[in-house]
């Protein structure tokens, strides 16, 4: 199987992606978290500013949280963001700024699970270790015929042995880990599968059965939920007033708009200052688990409104004020970024 794959993808496969034929281990952990629940040319466009602003490790564990956020802004899973800095920090401070060789030592870093740690060693060290990315998962899944449940500890165990018994000599660990990447991502498509395209079909149980569209398994499928909340959209004179949002959950630890929890509750809440407020069409956002609907209340207040009372304002809702400019630069998450921006458009 491994040689199938190395020929396929030494004439087929990707070669186009900025991080691809790089032995850099910074470079080749920031496109793995990158490519986590992220799609590939979504991924491409934030890789580059990033390894533009931060070049390398060092550099990364150097810069203020916030601004690491901001820069991650719009990719959304926001603790992907949050776990590179801390690895970043914990690379510089406990390995001298040197990525460790082993996946079993990369694994013990903040945020680099068993998939993305085998991914480094194999791409940068030549280490004999399997990946197991969703990707992969689909195309061994398929090939062995696997009828295990994903949403189980022993079926993962069970193909993760399946996926280091595969592995080539190690001077071929990094093409056949891109060649496994690639056939996941443009063959063997989680809709409509190309088996006709595939180097496997010969030996692929799914493609000989015709369960394809079956596997792989996996039993506990959560059901998307709907939230709704009010955005209190508080401007004045040019500032805008921006909250930050608790450390865990949603958006954690990034700026946004104060919320409500409907119209009503938002205007009682305003009422105590004088203003002239708007409210606007609802803003859906799509998180994994649940559809959010965001409605803005652009709440203006009078000009003259005294120092003393935007004060009070900001204290009443543990919020501060922000000129519109610099909160264009701070960690905001997309929907609120978006408008704020078309405001000042405007």
């Not at 952990?29 to 629940?37: A, D, F, T």
């Not at 460790?100 to 993305?116: D, H, V």
């Not at 394809?212 to 059901?223: D, F, H, V, W």
């Not at 400019?325 to 000042?344: E, F, H, I, T, W």
Request: proline share 5%; hydrophobic share 45%.
């Amino acid at each position: 199987m491994a040689a199938r794959v190395l020929a396929w993808q030494r004439r087929h496969g990707r070669r186009d992606l900025p991080w691809q034929g790089l032995r850099d281990p910074y470079r080749v952990w920031l496109s793995e978290v990158m490519l986590q629940q992220t799609q590939v040319a979504t991924a491409a466009a934030y890789y580059e500013r990033f390894v533009a602003r931060y070049p390398g490790v060092a550099v990364l564990a150097a810069a203020p949280l916030d601004d690491v956020l901001a820069l991650w802004s719009g990719l959304g899973y926001y603790s992907r963001a949050r776990n590179l800095h801390r690895c970043a920090q914990a690379v510089v401070a406990q390995h001298g700024g040197e990525f460790p060789r082993t996946s079993a030592e990369l694994a013990k870093l903040p945020g680099i699970g068993r998939s993305t740690a085998a991914a480094i060693a194999a791409f940068c060290f030549d280490q004999r270790a399997a990946i197991l990315d969703g990707n992969v998962k689909r195309v061994l899944a398929r090939h062995a015929g696997f009828d295990g449940d994903l949403a189980t500890a022993a079926a993962q165990r069970e193909l993760w042995a399946y996926a280091q018994s595969l592995l080539p000599q190690a001077a071929e660990m990094p093409r056949y880990t891109q060649g496994l990447m690639d056939l996941g991502a443009m063959v063997c498509l989680a809709r409509r599968p190309r088996c006709a395209e595939c180097p496997l079909k010969a030996s692929c149980i799914a493609s000989a059965t015709d369960r394809a569209a079956e596997l792989p398994r996996k039993s506990r499928r959560s059901q998307r939920g709907e939230r709704r909340h009010v955005l209190l959209w508080l401007r004045h004179r040019g500032d805008v007033l921006l909250v930050r949002r608790p450390e865990r959950g949603v958006w954690a630890g990034l700026w946004s708009l104060p919320e409500a929890a409907d119209l009503r509750a938002a205007r009682a809440l305003l009422a105590r200052w004088r203003g002239e407020g708007q409210a606007m069409p609802a803003i859906r956002h799509a998180l994994t688990h649940f559809d959010w609907h965001l409605r803005p209340l652009r709440w203006e207040l009078p000009a003259r409104t005294a120092e003393a009372t935007r004060r009070a304002i900001a204290q009443a809702l543990g919020a501060r004020w922000v000129g519109d400019a610099q909160a264009l630069r701070m960690s905001l998450p997309a929907p609120v970024r978006k408008l704020l921006a078309g405001a000042l458009a405007d």
